[in-house]
Nanobody, 127 residues
Framework: QVQLAESGGGWVQAGDSLRLPCAAA????????IGWCRQAPGKESELVTN????????FYAESVKGRFTISSDNAKNTLYLQVISLKPEDTAVYYC????????????????????WGQGTQVTVSS
């Protein structure tokens, strides 16, 4: 079992920056990738960025390229999402999610690949 816990959300103004941490605990030795998904009101969830477990590969959705940065601190078992130039359309619940070894790599850019999810943290961006 893997436990994921996000924090750092809140109410911000357009143009502001945020850093969202996600603490990981439990059996992570079978992990393939970890990432951030979001779900906006009335919309399906989407994968915005992921990081391979070995740290070598990253993916960013087109809508967030240049504004979102994923990183990890392995010593602290913590994943981060740094966001700059926030827009109202970034308003969503942000989830940290982990995919296990054996997942088809082609699925890693979709939310379907992720087996473990945190409880989510709300980010609201006002114009």
């Amino acid at each position: 079992q893997v436990q994921l816990a996000e924090s750092g959300g809140g109410w911000v103004q357009a143009g502001d920056s945020l850093r969202l941490p996600c603490a990981a605990a439990g059996r992570t030795d079978s992990s393939l990738a970890i990432g951030w998904c979001r779900q906006a009101p009335g919309k399906e969830s989407e994968l915005v960025t992921n990081l391979s477990w070995n740290g070598r590969n990253t993916f960013y959705a087109e809508s967030v390229k240049g504004r979102f940065t994923i990183s990890s601190d392995n010593a602290k078992n913590t994943l981060y999402l740094q966001v700059i130039s926030l827009k109202p359309e970034d308003t969503a619940v942000y989830y940290c999610a982990l995919a296990l070894v054996g997942t088809g790599r082609g699925l890693l850019t979709t939310t379907h690949a992720y087996h473990y999810w945190g409880q989510g943290t709300q980010v609201t961006v006002s114009s």
